[in-house]
């Protein structure tokens, strides 16, 4: 009977070391066609089902944003996006819980290209998420990159269409990210109680996963770019 623990610890280191080699799946994960050989690398939500491209230069208006302390010791990021000269939209899960101040916009593939003190923030009182997940950050200076107009009708989006992510990942050796992107097709537009999908929502299939760790309040573009 001793045996037994033994051989089931054995297992479980086996399966362990099995998922965290991609060499074996079927489709690969693969960052610019470059297949990722462990399922941490890349900081992917779905790996197994993942093709994400570096974006580079191709949404300018996408910016990393950063939370630091009074040290300059970074304490949080996530994605925004300039929907006017000063002004980012993001996530409320991204602020909740940080201080105001502090808060920088990072422009560029890697934020390389500048950084920009945010001046204030606004979101919706409490913290509920559920259909208010939106934050508005005002920068103090303006970056002078192009800016992005935001969808409104969301009637115009159904079962099928293809969405593009944009996003903040983290580099295979886990320090800041880099601009990454990937798409994913709609399998839902709500109201949609019966998969838990709120007004103003989408669902996408299974098989479509994040950009990456960073990517939170990151932005879903359609094919005409809004």
Not at 87 to 115: I, N, R, S, Y
Not at 162 to 180: F, H, M, N, P
Not at 212 to 224: C, I, K, N, Q, R
Request: aromatic fraction near 8%; proline fraction near 6%; charged fraction near 20%.
């Amino acid at each position: 009977m001793k045996n037994i623990p033994i051989l089931f610890l054995n297992l479980l280191i086996a399966s362990v070391l099995a998922a965290q080699n991609f060499t074996h799946l079927e489709i690969p994960a693969t960052e610019n066609d470059v297949p990722y050989l462990s399922p941490w690398a890349g900081g992917l939500n779905a790996p197994q089902w993942s093709k994400v491209d570096l974006d580079g230069d191709g949404h300018p208006y996408v910016a990393l944003m950063l939370a630091q302390d009074s040290n300059g010791q970074p304490l949080w990021r996530c994605t925004g996006t300039l929907i006017s000269e000063r002004v980012v939209l993001t996530a409320k899960h991204c602020v909740l819980d940080m201080p105001e101040d502090g808060w920088f916009a990072a422009v560029g593939p890697q934020g390389e290209d500048g950084q920009y003190e945010v001046e204030s923030i606004s979101t919706t009182a409490g913290r509920d998420l559920e259909g208010v997940d939106i934050a508005l950050m005002t920068l103090r200076d303006a970056p002078g990159v192009a800016t992005v107009q935001v969808a409104r009708d969301f009637g115009a989006y159904g079962p099928g269409d293809t969405l593009t992510l944009v996003g903040y990942g983290q580099t295979e050796d886990g320090s800041a990210g880099r601009k990454k992107r990937t798409v994913g097709d709609i399998y839902s537009v709500g109201p949609d109680g019966d998969n838990g999908v709120w007004d103003n929502e989408f669902l996408v299939y299974g098989n479509s996963s994040g950009v990456g760790h960073g990517d939170l309040g990151g932005p879903v573009f359609d094919d005409a770019g809004y």
